[in-house]
T-cell receptor
Framework: NAGVTQTPKFQVLKTGQSMTLQCAQD?????MSWYRQDPGMGLRLIHY???????DQGEVPNGYNVSRSTTEDFPLRLLSAAPSQTSVYFC??????????????FGNGTRLTVT | GESVGLHLPTLSVQEGDNSIINCAYS??????FIWYKQESGKGPQFIID?????DKRQGQRVTVLLNKTVKHLSLQIAATQPGDSAVYFC?????????????FGSGTRLQVQP
């Protein structure tokens, strides 16, 4: 199993551009989520999904959209990038949303710079 | 608001010594805690977890201690090795958020001196 795969690893955008960060997992996990990590801060939850067709907002959802059309994929969309969205983005999954006492599995991140 | 935090941003230890990384949490509704290790350029990697009905849990060279009375969590690493150098995060799952999200601390950097 590859686990959680994120693409691209690095991306530079200009303010106002849009893009999609890809996330795929091959562990048949129901629960998937997106976090952002900023210097000196812990990871903050952006959006999450407890299964295909179901998504919900996390702590910092503004400026981001998500969809979950399949169990495997959970893309994160930036509709109009802003410098405040410069960050490292991590996708994470676990087997079920209700399996709260099982750990999240993280991808290796996408480093996004918005100029 | 309530949050998970860490006492020390950077911890420097000698190779072979034991390391102790501390974490304070304030959400009494949390009942599951995890320690993650993050190496440069990688995503957080699960180390060990503990439920609130336990005080101690041991893994390979690592031990997590939970003191619910003072809302304190610690990670002990025995015989610290250079490969242990990384940033360590504690995280909690609060019952009052439906346990659907983890709340992370800001991290402690462990530096192992050879």
């Amino acid at each position: 199993n590859a686990g959680v795969t994120q693409t691209p690893k690095f991306q530079v955008l200009k303010t106002g551009q849009s893009m999609t960060l890809q996330c795929a997992q091959d562990m048949n996990h129901e629960y998937m989520s997106w976090y952002r990590q900023d210097p000196g801060m812990g990871l903050r939850l952006i959006h999450y999904s407890v299964g295909a067709g179901i998504t919900d907002q996390g702590e910092v959802p503004n400026g981001y959209n998500v969809s979950r059309s399949t169990t495997e994929d959970f893309p994160l969309r930036l509709l109009s990038a802003a410098p405040s969205q410069t960050s490292v983005y991590f996708c994470a999954s676990r087997i079920r949303a209700s399996s709260y006492n099982s750990p999240l599995h993280f991808g290796n991140g996408t480093r996004l710079t918005v100029t | 608001g309530e949050s998970v935090g860490l006492h020390l941003p950077t911890l420097s230890v000698q190779e072979g010594d034991n390391s102790i990384i501390n974490c304070a949490y304030s959400n009494s509704a949390s009942d599951y805690f995890i320690w993650y290790k993050q190496e440069s350029g990688k995503g957080p990697q699960f180390i060990i977890d503990i439920r609130s009905n336990m005080d101690k849990r041991q893994g390979q060279r690592v031990t997590v201690l939970l003191n619910k009375t003072v809302k304190h969590l610690s990670l002990q690493i025995a015989a610290t090795q250079p490969g242990d150098s990384a940033v360590y995060f504690c995280a909690e799952t609060p019952r009052d958020t439906g346990r659907r999200a983890l709340t992370f601390g800001s991290g402690t950097r462990l530096q192992v001196q050879p």
